[in-house]
């Protein structure tokens, strides 16, 4: 499965949750490839780091207002021109708080479907972070607390570059990144390291030896240390501290998704697609 056929079978994987209809494929791509096309001008030149995002949203738009499945869907694209999603990016790493008094998404609800629910959740908390100085979340799992789930619009993702290991959640309540299969693959091909999709205790942070946050629009961004406090007192309980520098696994990864991305370093995954 491609690159583009993963990012089609993500969306019709979250409608099938919500009872949307499923997009052809045929459609998807090209919808994919006009897009692009009609905006070729926004797109940011080589060599800047940026990229044109692409966001597709499928939305009922029949005229019904009960809590039932749409007679109409209108599908379309979004798309704009971005440079690192978070200040600093991959030049510096971001300090992150572990969220105790909010949960992201509810055990066996749609926290692995990408449904604007779930970015909801994150509004509040993110804010109060950022006034804290803290410029990302993680979550927890909302059943115990005890394990590590998602960043506020990212995937999780631990390096122990002692044991070679390339460590990611694996939960029903996060949300199947393109990126971190991405970076999966190239972790195990590319760079020999083992790669492991299991529950992650939140006190197997100190063993990491870098920490990266991962998405569509962030590619990765480097985690410098994740704070926990006190829920009740405010206090500081643990803080998780990590490179605070861009690791050199970090920058690897990193440097082989954008070199694939930009025609750098060959597609032998075949992730490109060639817009005509």
Avoid at 10 to 36: G, L, Q, W, Y
Avoid at 216 to 223: G, L, M, Q
Avoid at 249 to 273: A, C, H, M, P, S
Wanted: charged fraction near 25%.
């Amino acid at each position: 499965m491609t690159d583009k056929h993963y990012s089609h079978h993500s969306i019709n994987r979250s409608s099938e949750r919500i009872m949307m209809p499923e997009i052809p494929i045929e459609k998807f791509i090209k919808a994919c490839n006009d897009v692009v096309k009609d905006n070729i001008a926004y797109v940011p030149p080589y060599g800047s780091g940026g990229a044109l995002y692409l966001r597709p949203l499928l939305f009922g738009s029949g005229p019904r207002i009960g809590l039932q499945p749409s007679d109409e869907y209108t599908f379309l694209i979004l798309v704009i021109p971005v440079g690192d999603y978070y200040k600093g990016g991959l030049a510096k790493p971001v300090s992150g708080i572990i969220v105790d008094d909010y949960d992201r998404a509810a055990p066996k609800g749609v926290g692995a479907a990408k449904v604007a629910g779930n970015y909801a959740a994150d509004l509040v908390p993110n804010m109060e972070a950022k006034k804290k100085g803290y410029p990302i979340c993680l979550y927890a799992d909302a059943a115990t607390h005890s394990l590590v789930e998602e960043f506020s619009t990212s995937n999780f993702i631990g390096i122990d570059n002692t044991n070679n290991k390339y460590v990611t959640p694996k939960s029903d309540s996060v949300l199947p990144s393109i990126t971190n299969k991405s970076l999966k693959t190239i972790a195990s091909e590319e760079c020999g390291m083992v790669v492991e999709e299991r529950e992650v205790k939140i006190e197997e942070l100190e063993n990491f030896d870098e920490v990266v946050a991962c998405g569509t629009a962030v590619v990765v961004t480097p985690v410098g240390s994740l704070t926990r406090f006190d829920v009740k007192t405010g206090e500081e309980m643990v803080k998780y501290e990590f490179t605070q520098d861009v690791g050199e696994t970090t920058r690897r990864l990193y440097d082989t998704v954008r070199g694939i991305q930009n025609g750098e370093l060959e597609d032998k995954y075949g992730w490109n697609f060639k817009v005509e």
